[in-house]
C-alpha cells in the first residue's frame, strides 16, 4: 500500500490493515452508550495490593531499566510458579523471559525465526496480531479453519497444508474468541507431524489460568517432542486481572529462548522496572491468587444459563472468559452488521466473528463472542437487554 504525504511516497509495509475490530466495537459501545461486552478485559479491578506495590517500589528507587531478561526476582517467582504448578523445572536464567505483554512476545519471536518465504501455519478464527508480524517478518501465513461447530483441528486439512516450507504453527490454548480447550489427542498429533522436521511451534497460552468444568490445561512445551520446539507465552493481563499493564512472559528451551532474546533485546529491551517487582512480590505472598478458573466459571454459568432464555444460542465455553453465541435463528444479517445492530438497538456490545478469518473463506455459522469477565450486575443488565431481542 502506497500512502502520498506531500511530494513524496511512503511504502507501507502492512497492507489493508484497517483498524482492529476490538477497537472499532468498544467505540460504538462508547458512542451507544452499550454495555461492552466486546472487547476483553474485566470491568473490575485486580488486586489492590499490587498497585501498592508498585507505588512502593517506585517510591523506593526502582525506576531504572530492568535487565534485559526481566528482574531476577520476578523470574524466579514465574518460574517457582511454572514448576509447581505444572511438574516442570524450567530454568528462570536461561528460559523465561518477562515482555511487554504476550503481544510482544509473538511479535518478538516471530520475527525472530520467521523469514522471507516461510510458511506459517496458523488456525482461524485467529486472534488478530499473529498475521501481520508472520507478514512483516516475510513469511507466508496459511490459514486452516477449524471445523464447526466445535471449533476443532482438521488433522487431514493440518496434514495436507505442513510441508518442508512450514517454519512454524501457531496455537492458542484456550482459544480466543472460541472458549475451547485443545484436546490432548490433538497436541499428541501436532508433535507427532513435526517430528523429525524444523519446524517450531508458538503456542499463546494467554487464558492458562482460565479453564472450566472438567477441561485440563498442560502448556505445550511439556510435551514429549515438543520440549525442544516450543515457545509458550503468556500474559499476567489476564491472570490478574490488569490487561492495560501489559507484562507477559515467554517460557521456552535455552537455545529458543536465546533466539528470543536476541530480537528482544532490541525491539523492547526490558519492561517496566517497578511493576516487575511489583509482580514479584505479590506472587510470592499470594501463591493462590492465581486460582481463577472457579471464579471465572461463575461468570460463564451466570452469563451461559442467562442466555439460554433468550433467542441467542450460546456454545459452553470451557476456557478463557469468552463464549460464543449462534444468532442463525434470529437475524440473516452479516456478523459484523448484526453486532452493530446489537449494540445500537438493544445496548450490548459483542465481537462478530469473521474479522478473525482474515481470508475469504469465512465462518459458515453466524456467531458472536462476548466477554463475561464482567461483574454480575453487568452481565444481568446485559442479559436483560438481551432477553429483549
Ligand atoms: N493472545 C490472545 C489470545 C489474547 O486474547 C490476548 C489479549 N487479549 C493476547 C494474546 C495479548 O495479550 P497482552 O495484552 O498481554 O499483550
Ligand atoms: N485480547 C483482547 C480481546 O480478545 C483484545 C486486545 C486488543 O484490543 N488488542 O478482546
Known amino acids: 500500500m502506497n500512502i502520498q504525504s506531500g511530494n513524496f511516497t511512503i511504502n507501507a509495509r502492512l497492507k ?37 506495590n508498585v507505588y ?33 523445572d524450567f530454568n528462570p536464567e536461561s528460559e523465561i523471559t518477562v515482555t511487554a505483554g504476550a503481544t510482544q512476545a509473538i511479535f518478538t519471536f516471530i520475527m525472530s525465526v520467521v523469514g522471507k518465504g516461510d510458511e506459517v501455519i496458523l488456525f482461524s478464527p485467529a486472534y488478530d496480531c499473529y498475521a501481520p508480524a508472520i507478514r512483516l517478518a516475510g513469511g507466508i501465513p496459511v490459514f486452516i479453519n477449524l471445523s464447526e461447530p466445535d471449533f476443532s483441528i482438521d488433522k487431514e486439512k493440518l496434514e495436507k497444508a505442513f ?69 509458550s507465552v503468556y500474559s499476567f493481563g489476564k491472570s490478574l486481572h490488569f490487561t492495560g499493564w501489559k507484562i ?16 528482544h533485546q532490541y525491539n523492547v529491551f526490558s519492561v517496566n522496572t517497578p511493576m516487575q517487582y511489583a509482580l514479584a512480590d505479590f506472587l510470592k505472598d499470594n501463591e493462590t491468587h492465581l486460582d481463577i478458573s472457579d471464579f471465572y466459571q461463575k461468570k460463564r454459568d451466570f452469563f451461559y444459563n442467562g442466555l439460554l432464555k433468550s433467542r441467542l444460542k450460546p ?44 481470508t475469504d473463506d469465512k465462518p459458515k455459522g453466524k456467531y458472536l463472542r462476548f466477554c463475561f469477565a464482567k461483574q454480575e450486575s453487568t452481565l444481568k443488565q446485559a442479559l436483560e437487554n438481551l432477553w429483549k431481542i
Open 16 to 52: 489493508d490493515t484497517g483498524t482492529s475490530i476490538f477497537s472499532v466495537m468498544s467505540a460504538k459501545a462508547a458512542e451507544h452508550q452499550a454495555i461492552n461486552l466486546s472487547q476483553g478485559f474485566p470491568d473490575f479491578d485486580g488486586p489492590a495490593a499490587l498497585i501498592e
Open 56 to 88: 512502593r517500589h517506585m517510591k523506593s528507587g526502582k525506576n531504572q531499566y530492568a535487565p534485559m531478561p526481566g528482574v531476577p526476582e520476578l523470574r524466579n517467582e514465574i518460574a517457582k510458579k511454572y514448576n509447581t504448578q505444572y511438574q516442570s
Open 163 to 231: 510441508n518442508s516450507q512450514t517454519k512454524l504453527i501457531v496455537i492458542n490454548n484456550p482459544h480466543n474468541p472460541c472458549g475451547s480447550v485443545l484436546p490432548e489427542s490433538d497436541i499428541h498429533f501436532i508433535a507427532e507431524l513435526t517430528k523429525n522436521t524444523n519446524c517450531l511451534i508458538l503456542s499463546d497460552e494467554v487464558y492458562e489460568h482460565i479453564v472450566f468444568d472438567e477441561n485440563r490445561f498442560k502448556p505445550m512445551n511439556l510435551y514429549d517432542g515438543l520440549q525442544d520446539r516450543t515457545l
Open 248 to 263: 507477559g512472559y515467554a517460557i521456552g528451551s535455552p537455545q529458543l529462548t536465546k533466539i528470543f532474546r536476541s530480537v
Open 315 to 358: 456454545l459452553k465455553s470451557s476456557g478463557t472468559y469468552f463464549l460464543l453465541a449462534d444468532y442463525s435463528e434470529i437475524s440473516d444479517m452479516a456478523d459484523t452488521e448484526f453486532a452493530i445492530h446489537l449494540t445500537q438497538k438493544f445496548g450490548v456490545a459483542s465481537i462478530p466473528l469473521s474479522p478473525f478469518y482474515p
